[in-house]
């Protein structure tokens, strides 16, 4: 490693599944490494397990249990519900789909690529793991603003720090060579550029999701035969339901909605779930409720100086919410290349995270183009989605790649016999057609992303990309 490397000065804002994960990875790397983080470190991350992709956490290093019979097998097992561990026992593979209003489900299951991870025994590992490579990570300390030229094109930005406020309301400047935003969907610092639309963009509208989850303890005298299969209710509300089990005694009941005015809650429609099962008890055991990002990334992540990663970064899957192993392939990418880039903190430098993560790596291509899809098949209602579901137009083998974060386009063949299973309805097919075509050509624009830094060609990726979605990115 280059002494240039280092010796960098990072500070990062937000001690969340991403920025602790690029923490612990800079400060590996030898890097000075400080993690601003607003919230008392009492006060924790969310107190239930999130569906996180297998694949992505094997890549960030953690010890991967095997599934045996349903089981998970391994180190970081729970043994008990309420037990210590980072995983939970049930592994769910294969997924059922059921139509939202519950009249059909696809013809074939899901494969469903992720593994239900207790966010506090995760956070607490990272933590752990950051701090041991170097990190230090300063609790009730807020970022409120950045340092050096935040305005104007985006080869002219140069951050050279951020503000933050600690205890006592004590405001400090805080020189760093690179800054980074993983405040989350808020992306408190990223907003706070002013770039002629090229990094800056906040979420809304579409963008957001509102959830709500609770794991209840099961009543195992009170099962049918058939028991509670995982399943997703997809399609409901603008967002889909869900019953995952966590072990032979505990299930986590869910749900998320387009959050929109006059919305439905979705702790009601959780409520009425449970209501059909008398095995699921009073008894909760975790849960809550939130905002949920189901957005695309900013057209850049990096300016001089400069990046984001994470939620604030857009790095999640649109057509599921989930954003933690997005967040954390996002850090890994991003460490990859301010570690390779020997001390150079320019933006010609930092480009090539966006490189990896729109087009290297695929990410950021099939996450736009996933998001584009959404927007349209989003506002289909319940009973189209149970005719697509009915006739196997939206099939198990179409629904896998976009649960799992990968845009999947039907070939030519499919895509007829759709257009005559679907024959009586042509409006439907009207849309399920344009949401195709548009996510296309969303991952055919990414493909074209600039592969180095240039002013004009990123001036001119950035206008065809506005005109596909239709709006500054
Ligand atoms: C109900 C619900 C269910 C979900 N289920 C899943 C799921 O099953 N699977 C999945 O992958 N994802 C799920 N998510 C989404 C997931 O929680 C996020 O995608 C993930 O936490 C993003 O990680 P992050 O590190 O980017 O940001 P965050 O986890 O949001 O962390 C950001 C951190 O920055 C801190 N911060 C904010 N502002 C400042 C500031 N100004 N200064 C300093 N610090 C600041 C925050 O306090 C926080 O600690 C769910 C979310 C909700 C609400």
Request: hydrophobic share 40%; charged share 25%; proline share 4%.
């Amino acid at each position: 490693m280059p002494e240039k490397t280092k010796a960098l000065k990072i500070a990062i804002a937000g001690a969340g599944p991403a920025g602790l994960l690029l923490a612990r990875e800079l400060a590996r790397a030898g890097m000075k490494v400080t993690v601003y983080e607003k919230r008392a470190r009492a006060a924790g991350a969310h107190d239930w397990s999130d569906a996180i992709e297998y694949d992505v956490l094997r890549d960030a290093g953690f010890d991967m249990p095997v599934a045996e019979n349903g089981i998970f097998r391994g180190k970081l097992v729970k043994k008990s519900p309420a037990g210590k561990g980072l995983f939970e026992r049930h592994a769910i593979d294969p997924l059922e789909i059921w139509a939202p209003d519950l009249s059909c489900k696809t013809k074939t299951d899901i494969r469903f690529g992720y593994i239900l991870t207790d966010r506090v025994a995760l956070d607490a590992m990272l933590r752990a793991e950051a701090v041991k490579a170097g990190a230090q990570i300063l609790y009730s300390h807020q970022a409120v603003g950045l340092l050096g030229r935040t305005k104007g094109p985006l080869d002219k930005i140069r951050v050279e720090g951020l503000r933050v406020r600690g205890p006592k309301n004590k405001m400090a400047d805080i020189q760093a060579d690179i800054t980074v935003d993983a405040t989350g969907m808020d992306s408190i610092l990223r907003t706070g550029l002013s770039a002629s639309g090229a990094i800056e963009r906040p979420f809304g509208g579409k963008e957001l999701a509102f959830a709500w989850r609770t794991v209840r303890k099961l009543d195992r005298a009170k099962l049918g035969p058939g028991g509670i299969p995982d399943h997703y209710r997809y399609g409901a509300h603008g967002g889909y339901f869900w019953t995952h089990l966590h072990d032979e005694k505990t299930i986590d009941v869910g749900g998320g909605v387009k959050d929109e005015p006059g919305r439905v809650d979705p702790a009601e429609v959780v409520r009425g779930i449970i209501d059909e099962y008398p095995a699921i008890t009073s008894k909760e055991l975790r849960g809550g409720g939130g905002r949920v990002l189901a957005g695309r990334s900013p057209w850049s992540l990096v300016a001089s100086g400069f990046l984001a990663v994470g939620d604030a970064a857009g790095q999640v899957i649109p057509t599921t919410g989930c954003g933690v192993g997005a967040g954390l392939a996002g850090a890994m990418m991003a460490a990859r290349t301010v570690i390779e880039a020997g001390g150079n903190t320019g933006i010609d430098a930092l480009w090539a995270y966006n490189r990896r993560w729109f087009v290297e790596s695929g990410r950021g291509a099939n996450l736009a183009a996933l998001g584009a899809l959404k927007d349209i098949l989003q506002d289909l209602s319940h009973e189209e989605i149970a005719f697509l579901m009915e006739k196997d137009i939206l099939s198990g083998e179409m629904l896998t790649p976009s649960i799992n974060g990968r845009f999947f386009a039907p070939d030519q063949r499919s895509m007829m016999s759709a257009l005559v299973s679907g024959i009586s309805k042509p409006s439907i097919l009207m849309k399920l057609g344009k949401a195709v075509s548009t996510g296309k050509k969303v991952y055919a624009h990414y493909a074209r992303y600039p592969r180095k830094w240039s002013e004009k060609g990123f001036e001119r990726w950035k206008k065809r990309a506005e005109t596909l979605f239709a709006g500054p990115g």
